[in-house]
C-alpha cells in the first residue's frame, strides 16, 4: 500500500513538472513563431530584418531581429532549450511510471500476445527510429517539397498508429504516438536548433560569416515544431476522454485529429502574416463537424423485453469495478479509488449511472486494459440497465 501511494506522489510530481515545463517551452515556441510572422520587414537600419512594437502589463516594448548577429556579443544574452529539456525528461519518466511500470495494465492491450518487456522495447523503438526517419527527411531534399514532405511525416504517423493499436490499449497508442513527436521535437531542439545558435554565437563572438543555410535550418526546425505542438498537446490530454480513443478505430480517430489540429495551427501561421483564408476555417469546421458526427454513440433503445435489475448490475460492478472503485480498493495497481469513484453500494451504483453507461458501455475502457475480462454479455446487461426508461 505504501508503495503505491509513493508512486503516486511520483506520478503527481512528475505530472506537474511536465505541465510547468510543457508551459514555458510551448509558450516561448508559440510566442517566437508569432513574433517572426509579425515582424515589420520594411524601413529598417542596416543589418536588421525586422523589429516589432508591442504593449503588455502596462508597458511598451521594442523588438529588433538581426539578419546576421550584432556588432558584439550581448550580456546576458538569454537562451531557451532547458524548457525543452525539462519538458522531455518528466515526460518520458511520467510515461515510465505510469505505462512502462504498470505495463500490463495500462500499456498492452488486453488480448495482446506480447509480454510487457516486449512492449515497452517496442515503445522504445518507436520513439527513436521515428526520431532517425524524420531527421533523415529532413536533411534530403525532400524537406523542400511542403506537401511531399508533410505527407511522409504523415503516413509515418498513421502507420505507427495502426500498428501500435495491434498490441497496446487505445490510451497508450495516444499517448505513444504524442510520445513519439515530443521526441522529434525536443531532439529539433537539441541536435539542431541549439548547436545552430551556438554556431552563430561563435559567429558573433569571431566576426565571421554565417551561411544562410544555417540559420535556415535552425528555422525550419523550430517551425516543425510549431505544428507539431498542438497534436501533442492533444496526446496530454486524450486519456480523459475515452470517446476519443475507445473503440476499434480509435487510431483514426487519432489521424484525423492531428490532421484537423495542424490545419488549425496553419491558419493561425496564415493569419499571422495577413494571408489567412475563410476556406480553411470551412474545410476545418467541416471536418470536425464530421468527426463529432462519426464518433456520436448510437442511440439505439432497449431491445430485450427481459428487464436487468439493480441485483444483476451489482453482481457485475462487484465482480469488475469494486476492486479499484472501492474506499479501500484491493487492487495492487491503485491505492485510493480512481478520481474517487467509488460504486461499492447500490446507491453509488444508482447514482454513478450516467459514467458506468459511458466507460463500461459506450468506450469500453472500462475496466482498464479489461485485465478482469468483463463479456460483452455483461456489458449488454449494464446496457439495458443503463438505458431503461
Known amino acids: 500500500?505504501?508503495?503505491?501511494?509513493?508512486?503516486?506522489?511520483?506520478?503527481?510530481?512528475?505530472?506537474?513538472?511536465?505541465?510547468?515545463?510543457?508551459?514555458?517551452?510551448?509558450g516561448a515556441s508559440f510566442y517566437f513563431n508569432w513574433l517572426e510572422n509579425k515582424l515589420n520587414r520594411v524601413n529598417n537600419r542596416d543589418g536588421i530584418a525586422g523589429h516589432l512594437w508591442a504593449v503588455h502589463g502596462g508597458g511598451f516594448y521594442y523588438l529588433e531581429k538581426y539578419k546576421k548577429y550584432p556588432q558584439a556579443l550581448p550580456e546576458p544574452l538569454h537562451w531557451f532549450k532547458w524548457e525543452a529539456y525539462f519538458t522531455w525528461i518528466s515526460g518520458f519518466l511520467l510515461l515510465s511510471v505510469i505505462y512502462y511500470f504498470n505495463a500490463t495494465t495500462y500499456l498492452l492491450a488486453s488480448d495482446s500476445s506480447i509480454s510487457s518487456v516486449y512492449?515497452?522495447?517496442?515503445?522504445?523503438?518507436?520513439?527513436?527510429?521515428?526520431?532517425?526517419?524524420?531527421?533523415?527527411?529532413?536533411?534530403?531534399?525532400?524537406?523542400?517539397?511542403?506537401?511531399?514532405?508533410?505527407?511522409?511525416?504523415?503516413?509515418?504517423?498513421?502507420?505507427?498508429?495502426?500498428?501500435?493499436?495491434?498490441?497496446?490499449?487505445?490510451?497508450?497508442?495516444?499517448?505513444?504516438?504524442?510520445?513519439?513527436?515530443?521526441?522529434?521535437?525536443?531532439?529539433?531542439?537539441?541536435?539542431?536548433?541549439?548547436?545552430?545558435?551556438?554556431?552563430?554565437v561563435a559567429a558573433c563572438e569571431n566576426s565571421t560569416e554565417v551561411s544562410k543555410e544555417l540559420g535556415l535550418m535552425g528555422y525550419t526546425r523550430s517551425r516543425h515544431n510549431n505544428y507539431f505542438t498542438l497534436p501533442v498537446l492533444f496526446m496530454m490530454i486524450s486519456g480523459h476522454y475515452p470517446?476519443?480513443?475507445?473503440?476499434?478505430?480509435?487510431?483514426?480517430?487519432?489521424?484525423?485529429?492531428?490532421?484537423?489540429?495542424?490545419?488549425?495551427?496553419h491558419y493561425f501561421n496564415l493569419r499571422g502574416v495577413g494571408q489567412a483564408k475563410n476556406s480553411l476555417i470551412a474545410i476545418i469546421t467541416v471536418s470536425v463537424l464530421a468527426l463529432i458526427y462519426a464518433l456520436a454513440p448510437s442511440q439505439s433503445k432497449v431491445q430485450s423485453q427481459e428487464a436487468v435489475s439493480i441485483a444483476q448490475v451489482q453482481e457485475i460492478i462487484e465482480k469488475h469495478c469494486v476492486s479499484c472503485h472501492a474506499s479501500v480498493p484491493?487492487?495492487?495497481?491503485?491505492?485510493?479509488?480512481?478520481?474517487?469513484?467509488?460504486?461499492?453500494?447500490?446507491?453509488?451504483?444508482?447514482?454513478?449511472?450516467?459514467?458506468?453507461?459511458?466507460?463500461?458501455?459506450?468506450?469500453?475502457?472500462?475496466?482498464?486494459?479489461?485485465?478482469?475480462?468483463?463479456?460483452?454479455?455483461?456489458?449488454?446487461?449494464?446496457?439495458?440497465?443503463?438505458?431503461?426508461?
Not at 508503495?3 to 515545463?21: E, F, G
Open 1 to 26: 500500500m505504501m508503495k503505491l501511494y509513493l508512486i503516486d506522489w511520483l506520478s503527481l510530481s512528475l505530472k506537474l513538472l511536465h505541465v510547468i515545463a510543457g508551459i514555458a517551452w510551448i
Open 119 to 200: 512492449g515497452i522495447l517496442s515503445s522504445l523503438l518507436g520513439l527513436l527510429l521515428f526520431w532517425v526517419i524524420y531527421d533523415l527527411l529532413c536533411k534530403s531534399k525532400v524537406v523542400n517539397k511542403s506537401l511531399i514532405f508533410i505527407g511522409i511525416i504523415f503516413v509515418i504517423i498513421s502507420i505507427s498508429a495502426y500498428l501500435y493499436n495491434t498490441i497496446f490499449n487505445p490510451r497508450a497508442v495516444y499517448m505513444q504516438i504524442g510520445a513519439m513527436i515530443g521526441t522529434v521535437m525536443v531532439a529539433n531542439v537539441f541536435f539542431v536548433i541549439i548547436p545552430v545558435q551556438k554556431k552563430l
Open 243 to 265: 470517446m476519443i480513443y475507445s473503440g476499434d478505430y480509435g487510431w483514426l480517430v487519432l489521424i484525423a485529429v492531428v490532421g484537423i489540429l495542424v490545419m488549425i495551427r
Open 330 to 389: 484491493s487492487s495492487e495497481v491503485f491505492a485510493v479509488a480512481p478520481n474517487g469513484f467509488m460504486v461499492e453500494t447500490k446507491e453509488q451504483i444508482i447514482a454513478h449511472k450516467n459514467q458506468i453507461y459511458q466507460q463500461a458501455v459506450l468506450s469500453k475502457i472500462m475496466p482498464l486494459g479489461n485485465t478482469t475480462n468483463m463479456t460483452e454479455e455483461e456489458r449488454e446487461k449494464l446496457r439495458v440497465w443503463a438505458e431503461a426508461e
